[in-house]
């Protein structure tokens, strides 16, 4: 049976987390309910993102070496995922529940559509979400321009898991949120070191990108 690594916070901390990380609130990663339960079932291992409206000058970008997923209620992303029967979670008006939490092990903007594509094996969505994010802002502006934002992540499940109450600031066509200090209590990878290495050498592959 393959093994799952199991680690206590204290021990992630310092493996994954930059000194930068240990005095600010933690931060979240915005994405659809659908996409967080595929990263957090060990579906899905890359992120792929153009960006929100309201990410700024720079645009989006990857800013964050690990961070809570956030789940988003998009009312269109039922269709728009490569799973049968997907029905979103239940959502709660007045409360949020934080079940995963991801880390990137690299990540760049990709300017090759059909690069992209060739990343199906390692994602849920339909091959018409990629083309509608390289469609996005072609030129200038909020999202970035050309080209899609692609992370390579491995995914840890909290137990438990993490109830805060929905506030406003949560909001917003944003893709980070800073949370209020929680303890997420242990980190259990959603993958075996053998599945995520052999996913890591696929990702390699198919992008001819090495990892650092």
Known sequence: MPSIQKIPLAK?????ASW???NVMPVAFKEWALVCEALGSGQQSVILR???????RKGFGF????????PTWFHGQVEKIRLPDATLPEKLPEEITLSYIATIEWSGRISDKEAVHRLSDL????????????E???EKGSLGGDGINVAFVRVYR???QVTLPMEQRFGGCRSWVELPEIDPG???????????????????RLLGVLFT
């Open 136 to 138: 996005y802002d072609t």
């Open 158 to 160: 909290l137990e438990p």
């Open 63 to 70: 800013e964050h070496d690990e961070f809570y997923l956030f």
């Open 186 to 204: 242990t980190l259990v990878s959603v993958l075996s070191d053998e599945e995520h290495g052999r996913r890591k050498e696929l990702f390699s």
């Open 20 to 22: 930068r990380y240990w």
């Open 12 to 16: 992630f901390l310092f493996e994954f």
């Open 50 to 56: 153009k960006g929100g409206i309201a990410e700024g």
């Open 123 to 134: 994602h849920v969505l339909d091959a018409s979400v990629i083309e509608e994010r390289f």
